[in-house]
């Protein structure tokens, strides 16, 4: 027998909302590797940073820990752009 802690309102807001953060985390994994090149090579082009230094926020972190907090930074509007672009359902 299942329990049903939250209201049905709650449990459609919770689908929802999962399903905005999935499609955000597919548009964010897409677009960091053409989007995170391109900034990091006009950053070094224009500022003179250089690639690896770019990644890892000068050092700080390393290269799986640099991509992964890039990947957040970007994780953040594509969240909006998902809840933007999301259709809304009526359906329970």
Same mark, same amino acid.
């Given at each position: 027998?299942?329990?049903?802690?939250?209201?049905? %309102?709650?449990?459609?807001?919770?689908?929802?909302?999962?399903?905005?953060?999935?499609?955000?985390?597919? &548009?964010?994994?897409?677009?960091?590797?053409? &989007?995170?090149? $391109?900034?990091?090579?006009?950053?070094?082009? &224009?500022?003179?940073?250089?690639?690896?230094?770019? &990644?890892?926020?000068? %050092?700080?972190?390393?290269?799986?820990?640099? $991509?992964?907090?890039?990947?957040?930074?970007?994780?953040?509007?594509?969240?909006?752009?998902?809840?933007?672009?999301?259709?809304?359902?009526? %359906?329970?």
């Amino acid at each position: 027998m299942l329990i049903k802690i939250f209201p049905p %309102d709650t449990q459609q807001t919770l689908r929802s909302l999962r399903a905005t953060a999935v499609m955000a985390a597919i &548009v964010t994994t897409l677009l960091c590797g053409p &989007v995170g090149a $391109l900034l990091a090579l006009f950053s070094f082009a &224009v500022l003179g940073i250089s690639i690896h230094s770019f &990644v890892t926020f000068g %050092d700080r972190l390393n290269a799986v820990g640099g $991509l992964f907090v890039w990947w957040l930074i970007a994780f953040v509007p594509s969240f909006a752009y998902a809840a933007f672009a999301m259709p809304q359902r009526s %359906d329970p």
